[in-house]
């Protein structure tokens, strides 16, 4: 399953070297990025059980450790969570070529 080889490349590399920022949110926080990961693309959804746990997340390929998530459980309770390196800034990153 993919995503668990996403987490545990995470999980090796950065365990004690990352910052995690976890958030809830509201169906009207999550609707308000909808048609951006739609039109970027997501890995999932993964489900488990019917409506008690679902999961999408997008990770940059650059660097692995950068990756969010979004978590539905009971189909009902959204939680957002974002990773990233201690020292990233997303101001030292070099300027796209797209």
Known sequence: MKISKHFNYFYENYLENFKVDVRRLSATDF??????LQRIGYNGPYNLGKD????????AAEEPALSFWWMWFYDSICVYVKTEPANYDVATLPPTTT
Do not use: R
């Open 52 to 59: 008690v746990f679902t999961c999408i997340y997008v990770y």
């Open 31 to 36: 609707s308000k990025i909808w048609d951006e």
